[in-house]
């Protein structure tokens, strides 16, 4: 049993993580150029073989500055249209030269083998190093790094790596120390707040719902009902069938939290604007008779917001492999940058238990990759430790944003750490909420914050940019 809630916690994260929508080039429109560098596949040891990065280009005028988005765990599309600070609104405003560059192993930047030997930090970092030294159209263009989530990591990671290349760097919502939540509590605590914030009763009437469908656990004469209520694709069998469409509710619950903007935005289909709000009112209306099939109707709306915004899905398929993925980014969680994810219902949250366990999340890593996480790898190559006010107080020309209201913020640098790296935290705001596009609904601490970055960002370019015959 505990092996089961285990196994499902791990596939629910990497549900949450892969619920990217892939966008097309198209649809994001053909304002780019499309270009790829060839770059040795193993910068670190030699190894033999080649691998072609992918990059978006946006050409700006050789005297301006270049802007580069450090890709992370998606093709690099995906964050071309969630990052539009940069095309809309820096790349015109400084006619800086915009370079969005793919992650190895994510998109088309994939290598000629099945070997994930050669996906690091260490070795992105390199090819991110030795594009934007190309890109560069003199050697004093300055250059800054933005990048959101695990991309913020990264921009992080490549200001204090590559300081003669990087002359600062946004680390938006960037879960820097998320390795040291040892219990994996932190993301499903602050998204079941963000619930508690918006309406008080909300989070206890998603506990309800989802304790309801706890108890039909031991109740298989009641499957069938779970089927027609959530339109089920695959038929509900057995426990663990139960527990995955709780998983599927749990996932459009966070991912809600995590993307809770004041406009709609398309994450796996459209969703609507302040969709926490949206999904406590439904809870709100379907728990007041205190009726358990009209709180699980409530769920079922949910899920139908979520999951089907095109009105096109005629059933969920809520069934899924348990087992520990094999893709790229569950390999890099059970390598370098481990992400503990657990759920202990009420006080700490309000879905359904799936506790975290570092032993048994490490013996999948060893079954299915064959490694086991580094606990020391950050702390040791880049001080991100519990102390971060002592250990990165040599860094420099580094904005750390968080959003508060994000999930994700539980990992992020809250201390203060010195007069060049800044911590901003951003009320009221959702994931990497600074790197979207500037729009009329933004709430006030947004616009300041970046009203902040910019005035920073002035100053780590500015002496560089002067040098420029503009
Ligand atoms: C951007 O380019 C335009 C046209 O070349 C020029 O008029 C403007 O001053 C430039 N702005 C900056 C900030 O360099
Ligand atoms: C959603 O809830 C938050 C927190 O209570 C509130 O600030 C915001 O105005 C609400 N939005 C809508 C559209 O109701
Ligand atoms: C998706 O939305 C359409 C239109 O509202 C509806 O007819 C259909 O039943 C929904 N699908 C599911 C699985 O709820
Ligand atoms: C770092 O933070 C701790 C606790 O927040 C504080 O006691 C300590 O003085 C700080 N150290 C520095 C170097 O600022």
Request: aromatic fraction near 14%; proline fraction near 6%.
């Amino acid at each position: 049993m505990v092996t089961l809630i285990l196994l499902l916690a791990i596939g629910a994260l990497a549900r949450l993580k892969s619920s990217f929508r892939f966008v097309t080039p198209a649809e994001v429109g053909a304002s780019y150029q499309t270009l790829y560098f060839t770059e040795k596949l193993d910068h670190i040891n030699g190894d033999p073989g080649i691998i072609n990065i992918k990059v978006l280009l946006k050409q700006g005028h050789p005297n301006s500055p270049l802007f580069v988005y450090v890709g992370g765990e998606a093709p690099i599309e995906v964050f071309y249209t969630a990052t539009g600070i940069l095309v809309g609104y820096y790349g015109p405003k400084y006619n800086a030269t915009i370079a969005f560059i793919e992650h190895r192993y994510y998109g088309e930047s994939i290598p000629n083998t099945y070997s994930y030997k050669y996906l690091s930090t260490d070795q992105a970092l390199w090819d991110f190093a030795d594009i934007v030294s190309q890109l560069k159209p003199q050697n004093n263009t300055p250059v800054v790094a933005f990048g959101g989530s695990y991309a913020g990591m990264l921009s992080a990671f490549f200001r204090i790596k590559y300081p003669h290349l990087v002359d600062g760097a946004i680390a938006s919502s960037a879960p820097l120390l998320m390795y040291l939540d040892t219990d994996g509590s932190s993301f499903s605590h602050i998204a079941s707040m963000d619930y508690f914030l918006v309406d008080r009763n909300c989070m206890g009437n998603v506990f309800d719902g989802f304790n309801i469908l706890d108890n039909f656990i031991d109740r298989p004469l009641q499957y069938p009902a779970l089927e027609l209520i959530f339109k089920t694709c695959n038929s509900i069998d057995e426990m663990s069938d139960v527990m995955a469409l709780e998983d599927f509710l749990t996932d459009a619950f966070q991912t809600m939290a995590q993307f809770n903007y004041p406009y709609p935005y398309n994450i796996a289909g459209t969703l609507p604007a302040f969709p926490v709000n949206v999904s406590c009112s439904i809870m709100s209306q379907h728990t007041q008779t205190e009726n358990m099939w009209t709180t699980l109707q409530g769920l079922a709306l949910i899920a139908d917001i979520f999951y089907n915004s095109t009105g096109q899905t005629t059933c969920f398929d809520t069934y899924y492999d348990s087992s520990m993925q094999a893709d790229p980014w569950t390999y890099q969680t059970c390598t370098e940058l481990l992400m503990p994810y657990g759920q202990y219902g009420l006080p700490n949250d309000m879905f359904p238990k799936r506790p975290w366990s570092f032993t048994q999340f490490s013996q999948q890593c060893m079954q299915t990759f064959g490694v086991s996480p580094r606990l020391d790898w950050e702390p040791v190559n880049y001080g991100m430790t519990a102390n971060v006010n002592s250990t990165l107080r040599y860094a420099s020309n580094i904005v750390f944003s968080q959003g508060v209201m994000d999930p994700w913020s539980g990992g992020c640098i809250q201390d203060e750490i010195n007069a060049n790296t800044l911590v901003i935290k951003i009320s009221k705001a959702a994931h990497c909420f600074d790197l979207k596009s500037p729009s009329p609904r933004d709430p006030q601490s947004l616009i300041l914050a970046r009203q902040q970055e910019e005035i920073l960002i002035n100053q780590w370019i500015g002496s560089k940019l002067a040098m420029l015959d503009r």
